[in-house]
Antibody
């Protein structure tokens, strides 16, 4: 059982940077898989933000490219999300998750519990 | 960009009935890359099916998936009250890399 736990400020001011950490337990990020961030605005559907491989290669959703950075620290078994210039539209529950990408299947098999980030002054 | 459209928006059924949830893609997609999730209030999504029809670890055999091309279906047999949740389909594609449907809410009462 892979455990993921998000942490970071629950309140961020408009125009500032949202920074979250995902702590992975019972699995070494260096052993493989992709590691992603997904968010869910209140009462709305899921939105993929981006993913990172243990090598550091990143993938981002086009709508957030330029504002988002995802990075990984394999020595600490952590990965991170930074989202700059936030607005109220970035208010959401943010989830970190493990992605699998096999030749015949793709998906997210383990998820953190999520953390609510509110953008407000 | 592929768009996933789920229907119906809400499904209200009684215990013991069968639920059929639709996920329609705006263009042909690979069935290998279609997954389904269950999400209960205040909880993270839970992987149910991957590759259209493969059940994830620990998922009841009351849950099944089918489809190809643009039309995919999640079926839940013999509904139980604990099946009440929002169900979302997900596609691995090109841009964006991952896409979710807007979800179908299932109420069992």
């Amino acid at each position: 059982q892979v455990l993921l736990q998000e942490s970071g400020p629950g309140l961020v001011k408009p125009s500032e940077t949202l920074s979250l950490t995902c702590d992975v337990s019972d699995y070494s990020i260096s052993d493989g898989y992709y590691w992603g961030w997904i968010r869910q605005p209140p009462g709305k559907g899921l939105e993929w933000i981006g993913s990172v491989y243990h090598s550091g290669r990143t993938y981002y959703t086009p709508s957030l490219r330029g504002r988002v950075t995802i990075s990984v620290d394999t020595s600490k078994n952590l990965f991170y999300l930074n989202l700059t210039s936030v607005t109220a539209a970035d208010t959401a529950v943010y989830y970190c998750s493990r992605e699998f990408r096999y030749s015949t299947s793709r998906g997210n098999d383990f998820w953190g519990r999520g953390t609510l980030v509110t953008v407000s002054s | 960009e592929v768009v996933l459209t789920q229907s119906p928006g809400t499904l209200s059924l009684s215990p013991g009935e069968r639920a059929s949830l639709s996920c329609r893609a705006s263009q042909d997609i690979s069935s290998n890359y279609l997954a389904w999730y269950q999400q209960k209030p205040g909880q993270a999504p839970r992987l149910l099916l991957y590759g259209t029809s493969n059940r994830a670890t620990g998922i009841s055999d009351r849950i099944s998936g089918s489809g190809s091309g643009t039309d995919f279906t999640l079926t839940i047999d013999r509904l139980e009250p604990e099946d009440s949740a929002v169900y979302s389909c997900q596609l691995y594609g090109s841009s964006p890399l991952w896409m979710f449907g807007q979800g179908t809410k299932v109420e069992v009462k």
